[in-house]
């Protein structure tokens, strides 16, 4: 049997695919990159907001009149039942994690623990360390998808990070739906720093990344990186706004003034600090007043990399009650203002790397610009921020740390030279 799987959404979702992976190679299918070669298609989905619902369905009904299909994820934990009704070709549905009940349907042999296929380059690797979230906040739909905290125990971690380092993982991002939490349900309390300190030990990994961190739960993180040789500071907050009434709103569970005594935390704690942070505009309860307090608050320049996203009104949660009363347009007005302003922010702090000396890991080869390599230095994370094209009399192999200097900027990216 020839299957090709498609994977949609987030990293944490490409965990899920790359175990999917292993498991139908185990079970004796034969994995095919090209999706007309294959005799199957499985499609991993993302449900988490309205884009990605309408990426997810355009990708089935694009396979499901020509090919067999299974569709799984998270899109079919929210909506089986419609998608039974709306799209009766495809052969079967599964939700999360579902990966034994697919390769049983599919008479599939094998079992047990199998190791995942990684599918990102040679050189990083994502490490999930636990599934769902016990928040609260307001316009999140997860919760209702992937259910409540459950941390991956530590052994099964370590293992899996050991296999990642025998492939040459230099880089592993930790990544989950609340990072900060990992531990309080295995453990009775936070094990994050615990974690931490096994896998720096572990020989071959040279970063570790840490993804997804809740604002509140950061402040025991800032010593133990400040001091750590492998985790870096490059901090990935998702405080989502700034307004003190959005964020009550929201339920985030803090206000403005934390916020700002958090960057200040940070950046006395670790001048060198990367920020990276997430905002939504348009949420029904954000003014104009909110907005205009969220657009001065970036403009001060604290955050290397931003993501903005348009408000989803997702069924289900507690923010739907509220409606949707910013017109499309204007959320689209906001977010587009606010990435133009982040490109300048960005550009200007790139800026300041020029004939800086820093790692480079290098990912693969460019080939549009005629095989450059290309990597990443370490305030760039993977998939969601800028790449470094390198410049170098020698050839380099993927996987590769290299020391480099930064001689170009070009938005987001970088260019270097090598001098290790």
């Known amino acids: 049997?020839?299957?090709?799987?498609?994977?949609?959404?987030?990293?944490?979702?490409?965990?899920?695919?790359?175990?999917?992976?292993?498991?139908?190679?185990?079970?004796?299918?034969?994995?095919?990159?090209?999706?007309?070669?294959?005799?199957?298609?499985?499609?991993?989905?993302?449900?988490?907001?309205?884009?990605?619902?309408?990426?997810?369905?355009?990708?089935?009904?694009?396979?499901?009149?020509?090919?067999?299909?299974?569709?799984?994820?998270?899109?079919?934990?929210?909506?089986?039942?419609?998608?039974?009704?709306?799209?009766?070709?495809?052969?079967?549905?599964?939700?999360?994690?579902?990966?034994?009940?697919?390769?049983?349907?599919?008479?599939?042999?094998?079992g047990g623990k199998v190791k995942r296929i990684l599918t990102t380059p040679k050189s990083y690797a994502y490490l999930k360390i636990s599934e769902g979230c016990n928040r609260l906040c307001s316009f999140c739909a997860i919760p209702l998808i992937r259910g409540r905290h459950r941390s991956k125990p530590m052994e099964e971690l370590l293992e899996e990070a050991r296999y990642l380092a025998e492939e040459g993982i230099?880089?592993?991002?930790?990544?989950?739906?609340?990072?900060?939490?990992?531990?309080?349900?295995?453990?009775?309390?936070?094990?994050?720093?615990?974690?931490?300190?096994?896998?720096?030990?572990?020989?071959?990994?040279?970063?570790?990344?840490?993804?997804?961190?809740?604002?509140?739960?950061?402040?025991e993180l800032l010593s133990y990186v400040s001091g750590s040789a492998k985790v870096l500071p490059y901090f990935d907050l998702p405080l989502q706004h700034v307004s003190t009434k959005v964020l009550k709103s929201m339920r985030r569970g803090y206000d403005e003034r934390f916020v700002r005594n958090l960057i200040e935390r940070i950046k006395k704690t670790l001048p060198e600090a990367v920020l990276r942070t997430t905002f939504i505009v348009g949420y029904p309860e954000e003014g104009?007043?909110?907005?205009?307090?969220?657009?001065?608050?970036?403009?001060?320049?604290?955050?290397?990399?931003?993501?903005?996203?348009?408000?989803?009104?997702?069924?289900?949660?507690?923010?739907?009650?509220?409606?949707?009363?910013?017109?499309?347009?204007?959320?689209?007005?906001?977010?587009?203002?606010?990435?133009?302003?982040?490109?300048?922010?960005?550009?200007?702090k790139n800026r300041e790397l020029l004939g800086k000396e820093l790692e480079l890991l290098v990912e693969g080869f460019d080939q549009e610009f005629g095989f450059v390599p290309v990597g990443r230095v370490w305030l760039q994370a993977p998939e969601v921020d800028g790449k470094t094209y390198l410049e170098t009399e020698r050839e380099v192999r993927a996987g590769e740390v290299l020391r480099v200097k930064v001689t170009q900027v070009g938005g987001y990216d970088l260019g270097a030279e090598d001098v290790s």
């Open 288 to 348: 104009e007043e909110d907005y205009k307090k969220l657009r001065d608050f970036l403009l001060e320049g604290h955050f290397h990399w931003v993501g903005i996203f348009t408000y989803s009104q997702e069924e289900g949660t507690h923010a739907y009650g509220l409606g949707d009363p910013v017109p499309e347009e204007e959320k689209e007005r906001r977010r587009e203002e606010l990435i133009s302003l982040q490109e300048g922010i960005t550009l200007r």
């Open 1 to 110: 049997m020839k299957v090709g799987v498609i994977s949609l959404g987030c990293a944490k979702n490409l965990v899920d695919t790359e175990r999917l992976l292993g498991r139908l190679k185990a079970g004796g299918a034969e994995l095919v990159s090209d999706p007309r070669r294959a005799d199957l298609i499985l499609i991993n989905t993302c449900g988490f907001i309205e884009p990605a619902k309408v990426e997810a369905i355009d990708t089935i009904l694009e396979f499901a009149h020509k090919k067999k299909v299974i569709v799984m994820g998270c899109l079919v934990e929210r909506y089986k039942q419609d998608l039974q009704r709306e799209i009766p070709e495809v052969m079967a549905y599964f939700g999360t994690e579902s990966w034994e009940e697919v390769a049983e349907f599919l008479g599939l042999g094998g």
């Open 170 to 219: 230099k880089e592993l991002c930790i990544v989950s739906q609340d990072t900060t939490y990992y531990g309080r349900d295995l453990y009775h309390k936070g094990q994050l720093t615990k974690l931490l300190e096994a896998l720096e030990k572990i020989e071959g990994i040279r970063w570790i990344r840490l993804l997804y961190l809740y604002p509140t739960e950061v402040e």
